[in-house]
């Protein structure tokens, strides 16, 4: 394996350019300093294989490879490996294999800056679901692209990331949720049915809780659009926001309610004139009442809704309470 | 052309890149129980490349600390770009799965759909023409099961493609439902084999439906959600994207319901399985823009809901208890009908422009401005298909015959209600030095609700109110006829003769029955301003500081409080120097307050507002209160929030990394009533893996979460104008009319107080909790406390015993609900009985579960494999809500349970699988 005679020669194949617009784009796009010295130029992907051809075994599986062999738009794309390590001249002579200012690397071994290592994502991948990520929590965290993506093998099945879902690569971190959908009710991510981005853009969006769409409702509306009405007859908490009575990930309490009915109504109702502020307590359950206690439909159950069962809003024209 | 141009111009095509790489992850990559993360064809069949990484050090981590997984042993695809042939491939994973013990749990079948019998695990078909860069990839699995799910994609790489899914979730509520309907799922439940309305009396009724539910068998409760999309994407030039899609989402089935008779609670209440047959279509099209400096998003979508079951009517088995009226028999209301979610459409409209400005401070300006509806105008239907012949209103004694059974009754024959939205969002990040980033924010998000508002007024009649619950109860807005309440000779029907004119019947100066009675719909809604700033600071070369500063605002209408602030601050820390890992802590506060909180702000939109409050001698105010003066709605309480998040990725050693992850969330609701004291909401999770190159993978995880919730409440007593209370020491309270002697206190009693309801301080004395409250005494107040406890252990093991590579996972879940409470038995007027049974807290709601997966798989040719697999599952679930509930589903001649509530499972599922290439 000779690195270093086919680097230059591939050198003189390739010239300067590609190697200077590289460094204009970064410097015009990202505003990041560069690690790789100004001096390296494009050597061509044979040059990289010679060295690394189980990476390149593993890579020619996935969607970067595919297009940038076969369909490149632009000589950047072109360069295949240096499209995203940058330039490997200095990089390809053996005694310089380890010198990590001369490539970009997106591990923590190599150590590129993690600004640097997503600037160089985004000299392709930014704007579109991506525009809003400088500034996003993800960004604020110093997550870097390939702290979730692994552009170097098909891993998943979509979105080159680094586990085989994109709710384990999310759950690498975020455990606590992890925890949430194994609750008695959850949302079906465990199951395969949903992933974390059929709510979140992790890369960024206009809300606090990354959420892909303008408010929790328009989330929840997408599968859950017989919630939407309006009704004729709203209920307040329920218009303004899901959350106010649901968890979204996963719950100990049925229809992943924040908590147990009727107790979490009754956290807003209270009506004197009604039962809505009566105290509903153990002696009520069916199982009480061989004892000698007093069933009540307000404790046993769907609760509240037994009778109040159109909670989320009424079209019919007496449905004031929900009842119909 | 010159040299000089030459880099430029390729700087200009390489960012001009950005419009060709935007990675489409709203297509879903659907999966099922056994594929959770769908079918990846580079990885089926295969196990971790004995090469591993390639030349890198035996692992190798993400930048956060957390170690990469060995690639697969794929073939090389490198293609050869002078064949113009197809190069195509798949396999198929097929075989038969056995399924032992209680399958039919509903535990077990929750989201998945395993039945013994021939099983198409999963399946991959694909091709490439390399000369042409065009593709196709076909997935899917569990082929004809109700968690099927498919995708294929095709087209042209960086140049256009469409991708098509479908994916099939099935989600069964009970599998202990007593059904006494036939024609579940459809708009019409007929009674099999029981009278609708009852018999001869309530009491017999009852034995006819208890001797029904016992020969009824259990059955289940399901609905499956199918959805299928499509969509296309095109690169239209080197800076434009398109995209356009489309998606039909279709639920069917029943899930478990109730209906109600009477004026509610006493007359008459049945558990239904409610019918589901909805459909949401979905487009959306959109255009993208990337440049060097800029980025420019235009979407566009629709979502059309339609209901296939407008209404649903059942037959009713009770013999129910009318309400508010004369003369109707309860053995009339043989059916129930509701009207059911209504067709709706939606519509949003979104841009969204970003810039960068590198030689503004490296300064990126992003705005996004959307605008959206929501509506629907559904026909409404009459209050009743009865006509309610013989009947009368009481009091004043209005027919009801011929007036309720009509649209005619109604004050506006279709829904019209529409609510807008408007977004706009502009954020600003400067880096006025490398180590340095400020940026600044501000949201506006609005709703404006443009319904017409609907007033539940008969045109007939001239009554304000509504039947209820098919015309077997009332609410009816009456004058007063309580002595003194309103001018002698009042008659109850003052208000029908103005005739539905709201102002005119204002106008009459007459006190109403009631004041608690709905007279029309509240037009709900809000405001929400966010403004940030922050900074973020690189301290050397692997830490980082950040702080954000936000105020958030809302302004509601016609909610508690117009308006709400919370302020919150941030400080943020990220080191990657001090650990063979990273260190990420936050920690957050914030403070909500606001303005006044006015416990009705629902006043005109009641019967209290139809006249002056009838606070004569002897009649009860309670109906003017909705709560008591020092409730707060949780969600617009004062609120003072601490948060600290922690985590920490540590690379043990090169083979070992662990994680640990702590979240400590302190939610103080300094309000005496309502959502009351500290929520408390902890998590701490561990995590540790250890990787033995390609031979080995093994991992574990816990997670422990804890959670505390407080509320309190009174038990409402009385308030009528003319009397007094009488506060005894053991808490009771007993009253009289003013002036009459008092009562002797109760046996071991003393009297400690006496109020006095008057015309002139009900509003006080009554709507103030407090020790003489006659309508909220502190000694009618509740507390509950809400404990909830989980613990989750995760193992699993990847192992490479030569030709046989072993999988395994399990996962142990636990949960418990606590439910504590304190109150005054003797206040509550609670016998010693029930009292003993009530205790100091209800019988805990615990969960377990555990989850076994184990795979082996070893080939027997070249393109062969055998796939061996088990799954063992258990649940446990005790919820004090269906204590009972199976042994005796009809506790009262005018209740009935039909879901028995959860049950416990385990069952096995095994199977042999064979995976073909081809």
Redo the contacts between chains.
């Keep these: 394996m000779n690195c270093q005679g086919d680097a230059v020669a591939a050198l003189l194949r390739a010239g300067r ?2 190697a ?3 460094l ?2 970064l ?3 990202s ?1 990041a ?1 560069h690690a790789i010295p100004p001096e390296a130029q494009y050597v061509g992907e044979k040059v990289c294989v010679k ?8 890579f ?2 996935t ?1 970067h ?3 940038f ?9 072109a360069r295949v490996c240096e499209a995203c390590h940058g330039p490997g001249s200095l990089h390809a002579p053996r005694d310089n294999h380890k010198i990590r200012e001369n490539l970009v690397g ?4 190599w150590g590129t ?2 600004a640097e ?1 997503n600037a160089m994502c985004m ?7 991506r ?2 990520w ?2 996003s929590a993800h960004e ?5 692209c ?2 979730c993506h ?1 552009a ?9 990331l ?7 690569t999310c759950q ?2 975020h ?2 949720q ?3 959908f ?3 009710s959850h949302m ?1 991510l ?4 949903m ?1 974390c ?2 709510c979140h853009n992790p890369h960024g969006s ?1 809300t ?1 809780p990354l959420l ?1 769409a ?2 929790v409702n ?1 989330v929840c ?3 859950h ?10 209920h ?2 329920v ?3 899901c959350l ?1 009575c649901h968890q979204a990930h996963g719950s ?3 229809k992943l309610l924040v ?3 009727p ?1 979490l109504c ?3 109702h ?6 809505a ?3 509903f ?15 009540s ?7 509240c ?6 909670v989320h809003g ?8 929900f ?2 | 052309m010159k040299p000089a141009l030459r880099p430029l111009l390729a700087a200009l095509a390489c960012a001009m890149a950005t419009a060709h790489a935007d990675s489409n992850w709203i297509c879903p990559a659907p999966g099922n129980a056994l594929n959770p993360a769908g079918v990846n064809p580079v990885s089926a069949g295969r196990w971790m490349d004995e090469e591993g990484m390639g030349t890198r050090i035996p692992t190798a981590h993400s930048p956060s600390g957390q170690a990469y997984n060995i690639p697969y042993d794929n073939p090389d695809e490198t293609p050869d770009k002078k064949d113009a042939s197809w190069k195509q491939g798949g396999f198929a994973e097929v075989g038969g799965l056995k399924v032992f013990g209680n399958q039919n749990a509903a535990g077990f079948l929750q989201y998945k759909d395993l039945k013994s019998g021939g099983y198409l695990d999963n399946f991959a078909a694909w091709g490439e023409k390399a000369s042409e860069a065009r593709f196709y990839e076909a997935t899917g699995g569990a082929v004809g099961m109700d968690d099927q799910f498919y995708r294929l994609q095709f087209g042209r790489y960086n140049d256009w493609k469409v991708t098509a899914y479908y994916d099939g979730t099935p989600q069964v509520f009970t599998t202990t439902y007593r059904s006494l309907w036939a024609g579940l799922g459809g708009d019409n439940l007929a009674l099999t084999g029981l009278k609708p309305g009852g018999t001869t009396s309530a009491a017999a009724t009852q034995t006819n439906i208890q001797r029904a539910l016992a020969a009824t068998p259990t059955s289940e409760l399901e609905a499956v959600r199918k959805k299928a999309g499509l969509r296309y994407d095109a690169n239209l030039s080197e800076t434009w994207k398109f995209y356009a899609a489309a998606t039909d989402q279709k639920r069917e089935g029943s899930q478990p319901f109730g209906a109600v008779f009477g004026g509610g609670g006493g007359g008459g209440n049945i558990e239904i399985p409610q019918s589901i047959d909805t459909s949401t279509y979905d487009v959306v099209a959109g255009l993208r823009y990337g440049d060097p400096t800029s980025s420019f998003n235009l979407r566009a979508s629709a979502s059309f809901f339609r209901n296939d079951i407008d209404t649903l009517t059942f037959q009713n088995p009770l013999y129910i208890t009318t309400n508010g009226s004369n003369g109707l028999s309860p053995t009339l209301f043989t059916q129930g009908r509701f009207d059911m979610a209504p067709d709706n459409e939606a519509f949003n409209l979104k841009a969204e422009y970003a810039r960068h400005f590198p030689d503004f401070y490296r300064g990126y300006f992003t705005s996004t401005v959307a605008l959206g509806t929501m509506r629907q105008n559904d026909a409404l239907i009459a209050p009743t298909q009865y006509p309610l012949t013989g009947g009368t209103v009481t009091p004043g004694n209005v027919p009801l015959a011929g007036n309720w059974n009509t649209t005619s009754a109604l004050s506006r024959q279709s829904a019209e209600t529409r609510i807008d939205t408007v977004l706009g969002d502009f954020g600003l990040l400067l880096r006025p030095a490398n180590t340095l980033d400020v940026r600044g924010k501000v949201r506006y998000y609005e709703t404006r609700n443009e319904s017409t508002p609907y007033f539940a007024c008969n045109p007939l009649t001239g009554q304000w109110g509504r039947l209820l619950n098919d015309g077997s109860g009332l609410s009816i807005v009456t004058a007063s006829t309580a002595t003194g309440a309103n001018p002698a000779g009042t008659s109850p029907n003052a208000y029908n003769a103005a005739m539905c004119n709201l102002a005119a019947a204002r106008a009459l100066n007459v006190a109403p029955v009631a004041g608690n009675i709905p007279l029309g719909s509240v037009p709900y809604a809000y405001r929400q301003l966010v403004a940030n700033v922050g900074a973020d600071y690189r301290i050397g070369k692997s830490s980082s500081v950040s702080g954000v500063v936000e105020r958030e605002t809302f302004h509601r209408d016609f909610r508690e409080r117009d308006e709400t602030r919370e302020d919150k601050v941030k400080l943020s820390w990220v080191d990657r120097g001090t650990l063979d890992g990273t260190i990420r802590v936050s920690y957050e506060f914030d403070d909500r307050g606001g303005g006044a909180y006015n416990t009705n702000p629902y006043l005109p939109y009641y019967s209290a507002s139809l006249g002056p409050v009838p606070a004569a001698n002897g009649v009860n105010l309670a109906s003017w209160f909705k709560t008591m003066d020092q409730f707060r709605s949780f969600d617009l309480a004062d609120r003072r929030q601490n948060i600290l998040n922690g985590r920490v990725d540590y690379m043990v050693s090169q083979n070992m990394d662990g994680a640990f992850t702590l979240q400590m969330k302190d939610a103080a609701y300094p309000s005496d009533l309502g959502r009351t004291g500290h929520q408390r909401t902890n998590s701490a999770t561990l995590d540790l893996s250890y990787r033995a190159g390609e031979k080995a993978v093994i991992f574990g995880y816990y997670s422990y979460q804890s959670g505390v919730m407080d509320q309190k409440g009174v038990q409402p007593n009385g308030c009528t104008a003319g009397y007094t209370y009488y506060f005894y020491s053991d808490g009771r309270i007993a009253n009289g009319a003013i002036g009459a002697a008092p009562p002797p206190p109760p046996a071991g009693t003393t009297l400690t107080a006496t109020q006095n309801v008057l015309a002139s301080n009900f509003t006080d004395v009554c709507g103030n909790a407090s020790a003489t409250s006659p309508l909220f005494p502190d000694s009618r107040g509740w507390n509950v406390q809400s404990k909830d406890r989980n613990d989750l252990l995760g193992l699993g093991v990847k192992y490479d015993l030569g030709k046989v590579k072993l999988e395994g996972d399990f996962t142990r879940s636990l949960a418990r609900t606590r439910i504590g409470y304190s109150y005054n038995p003797a206040a509550l007027g609670m016998s010693a009985t029930q009292a003993a049974l009530a205790g100091g807290g209800l019988s805990d709601i615990t969960f377990s579960q555990n989850i076994f997966n184990a795979s082996a798989l070893f080939p027997v040719s070249p393109n062969v494999l055998v796939r061996l697999v088990a799954r063992y599952e258990s649940g446990r679930i005790r919820d004090w809500h269906y204590d009972g509930v199976a042994a005796n589903p009809m506790p009262t001649n005018n209740t009935v349970y039909l879901d028995g509530g959860p049950q416990d499972y385990h069952a096995t599922v095994v199977g042999i699988l064979l995976h073909i290439r081809m």
């Design positions: 350019t590609g200077l617009s590289l204009a784009v410097a015009l796009v505003g300093a060295c690394h051809d189980v990476e390149a075994r593993h020619s599986g969607l490879a595919k297009i062999r076969e369909n490149p738009k632009n000589a950047l794309e997106y591990t923590r071994e800056p993690v290592q000299n392709c991948h930014k704007g579109g679901e525009m809003h400088p500034g604020n965290n110093q997550v870097a390939s702290d692994n170097m093998a098909r891993f998943s099945a979509t979105g080159l680094r586990n085989a879902s994109i709710s384990e690498n971190c455990a606590q992890r925890a949430e194994h609750k008695r079906p465990p199951e395969g049915k992933s981005t059929d206009t606090r892909n303008d408010s328009d509306y997408a599968c659009a017989e919630k939407r009405g309006p009704y004729l007859w709203e307040a908490p218009r303004e926001s106010n100990n309490h049925d908590a147990e009915r107790y009754q956290q807003c209270t009506s004197p004139a009604a039962h502020g009566q105290f307590r153990g002696d009520q359950t069916i199982g009480s009442s061989v004892l000698g206690g007093t069933p439909q307000r404790m046993i159950g769907r609760a809704q037994n009778c109040h069962s159109q009424s079209n019919h024209p007496s449905g004031a309470r009842q119909r």
